[in-house]
């Protein structure tokens, strides 16, 4: 009798604990909002690492001639818009990054 009863409640405490602990919000973590100048400087970072692999594949024979040229050039040509974006970007917000001659 006992054993049943025990039984009981605790069948009961898991049909309902269990519902509300796999369905309960979980408190969500901020993070730090990206404003589109952090976002194109982490791009920047990205596609100079992307060229400093490039090219040491080349080198190390991966790549043909053309093959490198020709994803050396877009890379250059993604840099490129990168630092424009940046340099507008900061010109219009009167930024000045730290130690930058002005």
């Known amino acids: 009798m006992i054993t049943n009863y025990i039984f009981l409640v605790l069948t009961a405490a898991l049909a309902i604990g269990a519902p509300i602990y796999m369905f309960y ?30 090219n040491f594949e080349y080198r190390a024979g991966k790549f043909s001639e053309a093959d490198y040229e020709s994803l050396k050039t877009n890379m250059e040509e ?12 900061e010109a219009g917000s009167g930024y000045s990054p730290k130690g930058a001659r002005v």
Not at 36 to 54: G, H, I, P, Q
Not at 78 to 88: D, F, S
């Open 78 to 89: 993604e840099a490129a818009g990168v630092l424009a974006e940046i340099a507008r970007l």
């Open 25 to 54: 919000p979980s408190p969500v973590e901020q993070s730090e909002v990206k404003t589109r100048l952090m976002y194109l400087r982490e791009r920047k970072d990205v596609v100079y690492e992307n060229l400093r692999d490039l």
